[in-house]
């Protein structure tokens, strides 16, 4: 860990994070392994106090999605929105949408600072710029006593340039700082990303159709040759759309419409 003099300066303004969104609770932290782990630490306390997010400067073991882990280094938005699940009223059939509505809210702030119809959420919950990954995003939901958390991790490449990550992923990832020159805040952008969350999991609940129509239309695999692994099956096959569930439409070789409800994109 940095020693505590040198570090350099947290780029969260705390008391503005909660004076400009709906959040009750920012537990900060200068540096942790992951914003998600220690949100599952303080989960009961975190709902109590809650909404929250749970905030690091650097994040130094951030775990991805299907137990990958996610690389970022100082200069990423890297944090852990803590929701009390009963809060969200969704029907059970489609809460599989928590994710990409997520994804969606990402990427309007994103697309708010620069890069406009160069970004897009691919399914089931990235935000990619000119088919590169700039936001994963890993929705959990936890058990605390009789509530159950709903934890939504996000981390974004903002001021950190992927030129200084590993190779394996440097081609297929982007920060904001690798296509637009000037700086952005944080504060700000986890701001506006907060406020536009709120707005996307309303119009999850109020008009799940008009959202996933949005989602469509920013879908990055629509009209895609895909291979997709769910589980043990592989599918390949031209992307359809994302339907009212969440489940990716597949058209395959033979014809079928067919929906996948899991998986992880192999090639696009
Ligand atoms: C993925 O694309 O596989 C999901 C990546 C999710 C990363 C974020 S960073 C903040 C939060 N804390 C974690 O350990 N993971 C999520």
């Given at each position: 860990?940095?020693?505590?003099?040198?570090?350099?300066?947290?780029q969260f303004?705390?008391?503005?994070?909660?004076?400009?969104?709906?959040?009750?609770?920012?537990?900060y932290h200068?540096e942790l392994a992951s914003t998600s782990d220690t949100a599952?630490?303080?989960?009961?306390?975190?709902?109590?106090?809650?909404?929250?997010v749970v905030l690091a400067d650097v994040q130094t073991a951030g775990r991805g999605?299907?137990?990958?882990?996610w690389f970022s280094t100082a200069g990423a938005l890297t944090c852990s929105v803590?929701?009390?699940?009963?809060?969200?009223?969704?029907?059970?059939?489609?809460?599989?949408?928590?994710?990409?509505?997520?994804?969606?809210?990402?990427?309007?702030?994103?697309?708010?600072?620069?890069?406009?119809?160069?970004?897009?959420?691919?399914?089931?919950?990235?935000?990619?710029?000119?088919?590169?990954?700039?936001c994963g995003i890993l929705?959990?939901?936890?058990?605390?006593?009789?509530?159950?958390?709903?934890?939504?991790g996000i981390g974004i490449n903002v001021?950190n340039?992927?030129?200084?990550?590993?190779?394996?992923?440097?081609?297929?990832?982007?920060?904001?700082?690798?296509?637009?020159?000037?700086?952005?805040?944080l504060?700000?952008l986890l701001?506006?990303?907060?406020?536009?969350?709120?707005?996307?999991?309303?119009?999850?609940?109020?008009?799940?159709?008009?959202?996933?129509?949005?989602?469509?239309?920013?879908?990055?695999?629509?009209?895609?040759?895909?291979?997709?692994?769910?589980?043990?099956?592989?599918?390949?096959?031209?992307?359809?759309?994302?339907?009212?569930?969440?489940?990716?439409?597949?058209?395959?070789?033979?014809?079928?419409?067919?929906?996948?409800?899991?998986?992880?994109?192999?090639?696009?």
């Amino acid at each position: 860990m940095t020693d505590r003099a040198t570090r350099p300066a947290s780029q969260f303004d705390v008391s503005r994070i909660l004076r400009e969104t709906s959040l009750r609770c920012v537990e900060y932290h200068p540096e942790l392994a992951s914003t998600s782990d220690t949100a599952r630490e303080l989960l009961a306390q975190l709902l109590d106090a809650g909404p929250a997010v749970v905030l690091a400067d650097v994040q130094t073991a951030g775990r991805g999605r299907s137990g990958r882990s996610w690389f970022s280094t100082a200069g990423a938005l890297t944090c852990s929105v803590v929701l009390d699940a009963a809060a969200i009223a969704v029907p059970p059939a489609q809460r599989g949408l928590i994710s990409i509505a997520a994804g969606a809210a990402v990427h309007d702030a994103i697309a708010a600072r620069g890069p406009g119809s160069r970004a897009g959420v691919k399914w089931p919950n990235d935000v990619m710029i000119d088919e590169r990954k700039v936001c994963g995003i890993l929705t959990e939901q936890i058990p605390a006593g009789d509530r159950q958390g709903l934890l939504i991790g996000i981390g974004i490449n903002v001021n950190n340039s992927v030129r200084d990550a590993p190779p394996e992923i440097r081609d297929s990832a982007v920060a904001l700082c690798d296509i637009r020159p000037e700086a952005v805040s944080l504060t700000e952008l986890l701001i506006d990303l907060l406020n536009r969350l709120d707005h996307r999991l309303q119009q999850l609940q109020r008009s799940p159709g008009e959202l996933v129509q949005q989602l469509n239309t920013i879908h990055v695999l629509n009209g895609k040759r895909v291979v997709i692994q769910s589980g043990v099956t592989r599918h390949e096959g031209i992307c359809q759309e994302i339907a009212i569930d969440g489940a990716l439409i597949i058209r395959t070789p033979a014809g079928d419409r067919t929906p996948i409800r899991a998986g992880t994109v192999l090639t696009f």
